[in-house]
């Protein structure tokens, strides 16, 4: 025999996203603001509520996401900051128990050069600056901040 799951609960999830991008150029600058949000209500559809939307909310399900980054470009070199906000996400089916909302931030800086069917990215990021100490799962906690160096290079037929 092998293991199949199954669902065992009946779920409305719904809400709403939307996103802006702006760029705006000036000689050989660009500047790019990207930002998202999202709002999603997931419930319990079979506990007798008349109300698809209201009763507690999954766990794991944040309610309230949102994303923004803001690029700077400059010819070949470019700067990036990232911030991402989670809100609470509930640990317990009746929504007694949470982990907190956090914020993270990330920045890039790096250089890309493009040259017939080669390109080159050479980026150093710093992820979450700020050191946050947050758990997407409960009791497991992620990384503080973190330091990547990358090379990327880009063959084209």
Not at 20 to 42: D, E
Not at 78 to 105: C, E, K, M, V
Request: net charge positive; charged share 15%.
């Amino acid at each position: 025999s092998y293991f199949t799951p199954r669902n065992i609960q009946n779920v409305n999830s719904s809400g709403i996203e939307t996103s802006m991008n702006i760029n705006y150029s000036v000689n050989n600058f660009t500047l790019r603001l990207n930002t998202g949000y999202s709002l999603t209500r997931s419930v319990e559809k079979d506990k007798g509520i008349r109300n698809p939307f209201s009763g507690p909310q999954l766990i794991y399900v944040p309610e309230h996401k949102f994303n923004a980054g803001l690029r700077l470009l400059f010819r070949n070199l470019y700067s990036t900051w990232q911030t991402n906000f989670t809100g609470i996400r509930f640990i317990t089916s009746d929504n007694s128990q949470f982990l907190p909302a956090f914020i993270l931030n990330d920045i890039v800086a790096g250089f890309k050069a493009a040259s017939g069917s080669k390109a080159l990215d050479l980026n150093i990021k710093l992820e979450n600056i700020f050191n946050v100490n947050y758990q997407a799962i409960a009791y497991y906690p992620m990384p503080g901040r973190s330091y990547f160096v990358s090379l990327i290079v880009q063959l084209k037929k």
